[in-house]
Nanobody
Framework: QVQFVESGGGLVQPGGSLRLSCTAS????????MRWYRQAPGQEREVVAR????????NYADSVKGRFTISRDNAKNTVYLQMSSLNTEDTAVYYC???????????WGQGTQVTVSS
């Protein structure tokens, strides 16, 4: 059974940093690209960062480019999202999922809430 468990969210002031983690299970982790998504209240879920299976390729949404860094540890079945220079528009629930090339691999986890507020 494919599962994703996100953690590391919290309340942070504007300009602050957070590191999110997502531990996956139920599939061969290193064989899949991974993506971080976020969903703000009343908005659709959007992709914020992508990473290939061997970490040779990364890509970011324009809104987070230069501020967020995606990485992965295939030995730990974990993908990370280092977020810095956070602003209020980054407030959302953050999710990860594997990417098959056509669609996400599994059901969504519970996500981790990131709230940026003074």
């Amino acid at each position: 059974q494919v599962q994703f468990v996100e953690s590391g969210g919290g309340l942070v002031q504007p300009g602050g940093s957070l590191r999110l983690s997502c531990t996956a299970s139920g599939f061969v982790f290193g064989s899949y690209a991974m993506r971080w998504y976020r969903q703000a209240p009343g908005q659709e879920r959007e992709v914020v960062a992508r990473i290939s299976g061997a970490s040779s390729y990364t890509n970011y949404a324009d809104s987070v480019k230069g501020r967020f860094t995606i990485s992965r540890d295939n030995a730990k079945n974990t993908v990370y999202l280092q977020m810095s220079s956070l602003n209020t528009e980054d407030t959302a629930v953050y999710y990860c999922n594997a990417w098959t090339g056509i669609r996400v691999l599994g059901s969504w986890g519970q996500g981790t809430q990131v709230t940026v507020s003074s």
